[in-house]
């Protein structure tokens, strides 16, 4: 049985594999695969603002200790803040405990390596193999060989002072007005500090976490209240983080929410003017990316690679091809030259940049690019029964889709019991009723199977 998802172990509290009883040991279960050979055995561990992060927090702590690890508490930060400090304090791994746009009831961990970077297909397996085989009970370690826990003090100061690094200091962002959703969560904090030092005139919504509010009709999933907000003040962009901010949307001067394609087609054709990169680049982006924003690509000279869903798999690309970014429609960005772990702010204040270099609002950087409509469809699946039925199912679903001049991906999530089906379509060559009626049979496929 998995327990890894796309993007780590994520479930619901106090149900398996999310209790404090599994926790403890998948603790101990990583401290024994990704603990490095002659280190100083050293395990940085951060949370969100979820009210479950006071048992798991402890939990963790207790089992890494148990295991002659030093645990190094820095939360609540951003999970990219994590993978920054667990690489300048030269520990063996980081724990992120998140669920990360997900609600305050659900929780989740996130691994990552020494070099700051989720950690491989192959560790996690070797994790769940000692999760369920391992004997922790007869694992003894002496009394004097056991680890000890201490707080970070300055964590945020050193996030915020990292982050700042890799903005120009030339720009000035003072005329700037911003409006900013933290979601309630782990960048609740350090978020507003950080764009109050870089001197924008700030309006900061949803920063008041009391555990059960975090992600809940706000932030990146939510950004409607803060599209008002963006109207209202006549700011120049909002800013929407998830509970964890590793993902961004963001917002233009109008009120228009733009989509991740939207985003990374602003950076590439900045870059590309800008000569960051050259003609017959390409960009990274997931399989669900949108077919109008690889189009708009090819017009202006660059090439799209899809990957399957997951941040990692945008990471693995940018650096086994050697590319410089990508990122996903969902709000995750990667960069080459930055943390190389998704970092909402990060992508927020780039594109700031841009607006600031080319003296253009947002909504001009944005239009050169044509979409195509999406309709997303999350049918809920039994998940055994899906995997019994999935290869007929996959042909019975194409059958349904296929000739229908439609652009279409099919993938379970990692992260809940539902099969996703992406469908994208240019408006003018198909018909509302026959667009209505394959999806209808598709969720009927789809319950008859699992």
């Given at each position: 049985?998995r327990?890894?998802?796309t993007d780590?172990?994520?479930?619901?509290v106090?149900?398996?594999?999310?209790?404090?009883?599994?926790i403890?040991?998948?603790?101990?279960?990583?401290?024994l695969?990704?603990?490095?050979?002659?280190?100083?055995n050293r395990v940085?561990?951060n949370k969100?603002?979820r009210?479950?992060g006071?048992i798991?927090?402890p939990?963790?702590?207790?089992?890494l200790i148990?295991?002659?690890?030093?645990v190094v508490?820095v939360?609540?930060l951003?999970t990219?803040?994590?993978?920054?400090?667990?690489?300048?304090?030269?520990?063996?791994?980081?724990?992120?405990?998140?669920?990360?746009h997900?609600?305050?009831?659900?929780?989740?961990?996130k691994?990552f390596?020494?070099?700051?970077?989720k950690i491989?297909l192959?560790?996690?397996?070797?994790?769940?193999d000692?999760?369920?085989n391992?004997?922790?009970?007869?694992?003894?370690?002496?009394s004097?060989?056991?680890?000890k826990?201490?707080?970070?003090i300055?964590?945020i100061g050193r996030?915020?002072?990292?982050?700042?690094?890799?903005?120009d200091k030339?720009?000035?962002f003072h005329?700037?007005?911003?409006v900013?959703?933290t979601a309630?969560g782990?960048a609740?904090?350090?978020?507003?500090?950080i764009?109050?030092?870089?001197g924008v005139?700030?309006?900061?919504?949803?920063?008041?976490?009391n555990g059960?509010?975090i992600?809940?009709d706000c932030?990146s999933?939510f950004p409607?209240k803060?599209?008002?907000?963006?109207?209202?003040?006549?700011?120049?962009?909002?800013i929407?983080l998830?509970?964890?901010?590793d993902?961004?949307?963001l917002i233009d001067?109008?009120?228009?929410i733009?989509?991740?394609?939207?985003?990374?087609?602003?950076?590439a054709?900045h870059?590309?003017k800008?000569?960051?990169?050259?003609?017959?680049?390409?960009?990274?982006?997931?399989e669900?990316?949108?077919?109008?924003?690889?189009?708009?690509?090819?017009?202006?000279?660059?090439n799209?690679?899809?990957?399957?869903?997951g941040?990692?798999?945008?990471i693995?690309?940018?650096?086994n091809?050697?590319?410089?970014?990508?990122?996903e429609?969902?709000?995750?960005f990667i960069?080459k030259?930055?943390?190389?772990?998704g970092d909402?702010?990060?992508?927020?204040?780039k594109v700031?940049?841009?607006?600031k270099?080319?003296n253009k609002?947002l909504?001009?950087?944005?239009k050169d690019?044509?979409?195509y409509?999406v309709l997303?469809?999350?049918?809920?699946?039994?998940k055994?029964?899906?995997?019994l039925?999935?290869?007929?199912?996959y042909?019975?679903?194409i059958?349904i889709i296929?000739n229908?001049k439609i652009f279409?991906?099919?993938r379970?999530s990692?992260?809940?019991?539902l099969l996703?089906?992406n469908l994208?379509y240019?408006?003018?060559?198909?018909k509302?009723n026959?667009?209505?009626?394959?999806?209808l049979?598709?969720?009927?496929k789809?319950?008859d199977?699992?």
């Amino acid at each position: 049985m998995r327990l890894f998802g796309t993007d780590g172990i994520r479930g619901e509290v106090n149900k398996y594999p999310l209790t404090a009883e599994s926790i403890l040991k998948l603790s101990k279960a990583a401290s024994l695969v990704l603990r490095k050979k002659n280190s100083i055995n050293r395990v940085v561990v951060n949370k969100d603002t979820r009210l479950s992060g006071y048992i798991f927090e402890p939990v963790i702590t207790a089992g890494l200790i148990s295991m002659g690890m030093d645990v190094v508490l820095v939360g609540p930060l951003p999970t990219p803040a994590l993978s920054l400090l667990g690489k300048s304090l030269r520990a063996d791994f980081s724990i992120m405990i998140t669920a990360s746009h997900n609600p305050y009831q659900d929780n989740g961990l996130k691994f990552f390596n020494s070099n700051g970077l989720k950690i491989s297909l192959e560790e996690e397996k070797k994790i769940e193999d000692l999760f369920f085989n391992y004997d922790f009970e007869n694992h003894k370690i002496k009394s004097n060989a056991l680890g000890k826990a201490e707080r970070l003090i300055d964590a945020i100061g050193r996030y915020s002072e990292a982050l700042k690094q890799e903005i120009d200091k030339k720009i000035i962002f003072h005329d700037m007005k911003v409006v900013l959703d933290t979601a309630n969560g782990a960048a609740y904090k350090v978020a507003p500090q950080i764009l109050y030092e870089l001197g924008v005139d700030l309006k900061t919504m949803n920063n008041s976490p009391n555990g059960t509010n975090i992600n809940a009709d706000c932030g990146s999933l939510f950004p409607a209240k803060a599209s008002k907000q963006v109207i209202k003040r006549k700011a120049n962009i909002g800013i929407c983080l998830d509970g964890d901010a590793d993902r961004v949307v963001l917002i233009d001067e109008k009120g228009i929410i733009l989509s991740g394609e939207e985003i990374l087609y602003i950076i590439a054709k900045h870059y590309l003017k800008n000569k960051l990169i050259k003609k017959g680049s390409t960009i990274i982006s997931n399989e669900v990316a949108n077919y109008g924003f690889e189009q708009s690509l090819k017009k202006i000279g660059l090439n799209l690679l899809r990957v399957k869903v997951g941040d990692k798999n945008i990471i693995e690309a940018i650096v086994n091809k050697v590319h410089l970014f990508g990122g996903e429609p969902s709000g995750h960005f990667i960069f080459k030259n930055s943390n190389l772990i998704g970092d909402g702010l990060v992508a927020a204040i780039k594109v700031m940049s841009i607006m600031k270099k080319e003296n253009k609002k947002l909504s001009e950087l944005r239009k050169d690019l044509q979409m195509y409509e999406v309709l997303e469809i999350n049918q809920k699946i039994d998940k055994e029964l899906f995997i019994l039925n999935q290869e007929n199912l996959y042909i019975d679903l194409i059958k349904i889709i296929k000739n229908k001049k439609i652009f279409y991906s099919i993938r379970p999530s990692g992260t809940e019991p539902l099969l996703r089906v992406n469908l994208q379509y240019d408006k003018r060559s198909i018909k509302t009723n026959v667009l209505n009626n394959i999806k209808l049979k598709i969720i009927k496929k789809i319950s008859d199977a699992c």
